[in-house]
Every structure is written in structure tokens, then in C-alpha cells.
């Protein structure tokens, strides 16, 4: 019973949540508990309890870098482009043997992980008001987060939001 309470009130704030946060996945996020108070999303990784490892680029291997530009959407959100030097999306190849110039990217808002890119355009339907923090990682077919001098390869930009107002009614 104690069980079954918990699986009920997690996904009821999991949902919750995914509605406040119109940026994450569209489908309600399931969060499984282990009983001891740890919590994972249902085909997702709990970004504190579960890291993918890194993979440091060798010496005479040519870098990969990574920019982000964000476009306001002519309708409505936010058109984020991935620019790459030195690395490819590949799709393809995920969870196979890793290859320091091929992968896809993670992308995170907030310091929340939204999804992985691979493709050079995402759109974000929209943004929270305020400062908002978008970063790109460069990662490896077996997902690990790519580094160059013990530094992770990414982009990082800031979008500040404007507060929307309440539309008026008219009478």
C-alpha cells in the first residue's frame, strides 16, 4: 500500500510539473522511486545520481567545438541552432563504438536536461519569464560527455524573457 501511495503521488506532482515546464518532453514524465527516497524519470537519467562519464579528446586529434544561437520563433517560442566544427550528428550510431568526432549533444535548460539534439535546429515552444541558461554538451555515441583539457566541450548563451502581461479584456 505504502508503495502504490508513493508511485500515486510522485506521478501526480511529475505531472504537475510537466505542465508548469512546457519546455520538457510533452508527455507526462514518470518518476520511479526506489523506496529510499531516490528518484529517476521513467526514459531518462536523474541528473544527480546518474553521469554518463567523460572522454577526454587526445592530443593531435582535432578538436570539436560547439556554438548555439537562439532565434525568436516568427510564431511563437524559440529556434535554437547548433553550430559544429570537427563533429557530426550521428544518430546512427548511438550506443555503438564511440568515435571522438561523431555523437549527438544534450540539451540543457536551466541546468535541467531537456532532451539530446541530433540535428543542428530545436525548437523550444517557449521559455520561462526571467534569465534563462541554454547550454549544449557535445557527447559520445555511448554518451559520455566530451572533454578537451579536462574541460567539457559546450555552448552556452542567456535568454532573458520578458514578464507577459494578462491580456486585457475588452468589452
Request: aromatic share 6%.
Amino acid at each position: 500500500m505504502k508503495q502504490h501511495l508513493l508511485f500515486c503521488l510522485t506521478l501526480l506532482v511529475s505531472t504537475n510539473f510537466t505542465v508548469l515546464s512546457s519546455v520538457r518532453a510533452m508527455t507526462p514524465e514518470i518518476l520511479i522511486s526506489d523506496g529510499e527516497g531516490h528518484h529517476s524519470q521513467e526514459g531518462q537519467h536523474s541528473q544527480e545520481g546518474h553521469h554518463h562519464g567523460t572522454l577526454e579528446i587526445p592530443d593531435g586529434e582535432p578538436i570539436p567545438s560547439v556554438d548555439i544561437m537562439v532565434y525568436p520563433d516568427a510564431e511563437r517560442g524559440w529556434n535554437l541552432e547548433v553550430q559544429l566544427e570537427n563533429f557530426r550528428f550521428a544518430p546512427e550510431n548511438i550506443n555503438g563504438e564511440n568515435e571522438i568526432s561523431e555523437g549527438h549533444a544534450h540539451l540543457y535548460l536551466n541546468d535541467q536536461q531537456v532532451t539530446r539534439l541530433y540535428g543542428n535546429w530545436y525548437h523550444l515552444p517557449e521559455l520561462p519569464p526571467g534569465r534563462n541558461e541554454i547550454k549544449v554538451t557535445l557527447n559520445a555515441n555511448q554518451h559520455e560527455t566530451l572533454m578537451h583539457d579536462g574541460e567539457p566541450i559546450e555552448a552556452t548563451t542567456i535568454v532573458e524573457v520578458d514578464e507577459v502581461e494578462p491580456m486585457q479584456m475588452q468589452n
